[in-house]
């Protein structure tokens, strides 16, 4: 933490977006989380994929649940809406202000410890009810707010700071989300923005629950030798299986690979997910197949990074409920509330 | 791009660019910091040291350490560097016993000055510590060249000049005054005594002329920086209402607020060219406008207008600027006109000239009548024989003389030891960590978004009363420490320790300026398009570290805009970035860098 906020002069060449806003203008308060915690990249990474897609800030929605992850929405898009929820709770929150709300883009970010642990029934419900939102997971193998317990998604054997292995075998919530079917999965590492931003972007593009867990190690518990959610563990053993770029409706796509060196996946508004860098026999529209081969090169020690499924055909909750088009604050009070006139009668129809 | 060498002083050096920019590389950000601690002795002292003239300087410098701050890249107002420079020669207390000590017993080597200006002054101030005996002859009757003769009162108090003059002159010069060197062969000769060195401090005396009709048909008609002296030697102390001035450089500037306080009422200066071709600095401008004097723009005389033996107008064509073929500046007339006048004040530059050198000597001089000079020793082609000041190679400014004085100085302590003069010593540097605790910094480390001060002005009815009363105010303690922290502290370098970093971005991520970059390695051009934010001043360096331990690529840092913040350092969770001061170590003649000149009585502490 630091004494002096990030002062507000800016570089006077910053390009601005569509709305005529900078970066900085994505920008929340002054991290209070370690020096060199990879949240804090997560969170410049939110700020550059924002930024990018000229979302206006006033129209997101960022939740969270407790950890030092919890914290990161404050860093971000001052202006947004935001929400910090209890421990492993923010899904339920999430899914509560998306049916209130459906125009507002919705961001959660959660830990491992956050989902995977205490939170992961409210995980797993979010996923199967298909809330549009973007999830994501800042994975560190530790409770890194509680001074560096493992977590659920530590590996067997990787050791804590002062030695101890770990002995229980981890969730894996790519995996996990896959065997719940959730449409939009994807895997990044904190340390590779270049990567990562596409995919967030890609994510909140995508209509329906999109999984984005990412490696984000924690500098201060752990990222010693032994530890394998590290930096120097993670650049060494992640390995990139397809990553993807999203095309806006309108632009033209500039770059244009071989036959078989990418596929194209229409979105919902028309908008083109392209994935590309295919590793060999990777298919990401296929969930089985890729369940298999995301699972075999776990077991090998290789953590697959970049976009590993999407299924846009799923739908997501608001059709599935067949809820109004407007938000709630919209519909006129009377049809929201119709009177106790309107309750006897429906109550009397299931007589 | 290879990585940077860091060690080279010269790296450190360029990123504090006031110190970049002024000639005598004074060490701006470290004098500011002192006066914002109250230590307006040490401030004094730190600025003497490179340049000299504090008091002088803080009033008349041409300032080219301002255009080049780095502040003006970023709210577009440079720190008042110069008007802090006068806070600590004002506030200073007695520096006499911290002033070098003269040794007693003499290094028997005798060396002539010809001339008082600054460039001779220093000369001596740098060799008569070492023991040399330094003799200045001067033509006038008073020190100081142009500074006395030219630079008016109201800008520079007398009081001010004597006693700076006086520091140099109290070591022991052998000043003779009113006595002009009118032969250079008499000189080496041994007539006017015997030398181990001459240095040719004497200015460019000549102001040039402007011949066209009418020229030499009144008496009205005047030479700007003779006509200054005259007023400086109180030999004139009037002029007619009605003047026009001719030619809008610093000398105009000077010509003009004179000719208002001596009996000019309509007093105009006149520009061939558009105001962005003016040679004179922007504050000039705006401070003869203060007392109305009138710009005009796109005027180019043609005559003088005389009638029945009395100047009573001028002609001018009125042009107009295009750019022709190779970009060169055009002109085409479109118009004349006559405006009335009653004198004329020719400020249209100057240029050295040396009637008294005879040309059988081995100086030589080149097509233009200009001494040969060499631009890295001063010597002349006769050997011992140094230029320096406005003699060398035409009018500049006080602070250039000094830095040629500070230069020659170290010539002739070559020259006089029988050692090569292209031997210069070696710059040096000190970095040292300016780390206090987790978050804390020895500097005042977050940016203030205060504008710059305005300096207040004497009230133009008082002003005018006589030529003596000094217009700027100097600023007052408020105004001082606001401008103080200003200053972004471009010394306290970020510096880099490539095998620490674990590529983790956050110092990336929080740098205000976006100014980092962690990238494959380039081609420098096609790096700069390649980092997080624009890179477009090619005058500033690229950082480029070595390839980093965990991707082998590369850290860079645009030293463009960096505010010095420290944010980077202070995120950095493994001190690969650390904030350090660097000190660049200046050789004086007789000092190796960092060596410090032994006083008289006192040595400063803690500077
Ligand atoms: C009107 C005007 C205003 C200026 N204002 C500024 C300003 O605000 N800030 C700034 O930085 N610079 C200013 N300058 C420029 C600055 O004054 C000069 O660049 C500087 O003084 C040059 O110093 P110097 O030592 O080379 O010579 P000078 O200051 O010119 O001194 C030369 C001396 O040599 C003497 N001399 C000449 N020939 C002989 C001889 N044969 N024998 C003996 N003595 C001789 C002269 O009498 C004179 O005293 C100004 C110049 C002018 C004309
Ligand atoms: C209901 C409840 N149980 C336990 C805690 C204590 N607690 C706070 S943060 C945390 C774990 C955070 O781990 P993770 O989600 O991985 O976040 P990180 O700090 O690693 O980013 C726990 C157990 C709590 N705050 N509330
Ligand atoms: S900000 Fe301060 S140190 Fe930097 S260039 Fe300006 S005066 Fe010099
Ligand atoms: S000190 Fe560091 S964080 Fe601050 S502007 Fe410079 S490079 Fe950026
Ligand atoms: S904060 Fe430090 S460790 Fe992290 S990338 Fe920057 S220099 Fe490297
Ligand atoms: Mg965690």
Redesign the pocket.
Known sequence: MSWIAKPRVAHPGLPRNELGLTQRDYEGRMSTLCAGCGHDSVTAALIEAFYGLNYPPHRIVKLSGI?C?GKTPTYFLNQAHGFNGVHGRMPAVATGAAGANRTLTYVGIS???DSLSIGLGQLAHAIRRNVDLLYVIE??G???LTKGQF?ASADVGSTAKKGAANMQPPIDPVLLGLSLGVGFVARSFSGDKEQLVPLLQAGLRHRGFALVDVISP?VTFNDHEGSTKSYRYTREHLTEVADADFVEPKREIAVSYAPGESIDVEMHDGGILRLRKLAEGFDPTDRDRAYAHISERLHRGEVLTGLLHVDKGLREMHDVAGTVDVPLVEVPHGDLCPGSAALDALQESFR | MKPTDVTDPQYYHKVVDCQWGCPAHTNVPEYIRLIAQGRYTEAYLLNRESNVFPGILGRTCDRPCEPACRRTRLDGEAVAICRLKRVAADLRDDVSEYLPRVPAVKNGKRIACVGSGPASLTVANDLIPLGYEVTIFEKQDRPGGLMWSNIPQFRLPPEVLNEEIDYILDMGVDLRLDTPVESMRRLLAGEMGEWDAIFVGSGAPRGKNLEIEGRYDSDRIHIGIDWLESVAFEHIDRIEPRVLVIGVGNTAMDCCRTAMRIGGRDVKVMARKSREYFKASPWELEDAEEELVEIVENHSPSRFVIEDGELVAMDFDIVDWYEGEGGRLRSQVMDTVRIPCDAVILAIGQETAFPWIERDLGIEFNEWDEPTVDRTTFQSTREGVFFGGDAAWGPENIIWAVEHGHQAAISIHNYCRGLPLDDRPPYGMNLVSQKMGLHEWSYSNDYDEAERQKMRHVHLRERMQTLAVEVEEGFDFEQTLQEAERCLNCDVQTHFTTNLCIECDACIDICPLNCLTITANGEEPELRTRLSAPALNLEQDLYVSEALPQTARVMVKDEDLCIHCGLCAERCPTAAWDMRKSDLLIPYAGLEAGEKRPTRARDLVGV
């Open positions: 950890g992850s830990g491992d410890g994975n560190n530790v409770y890194g977590s924690c």
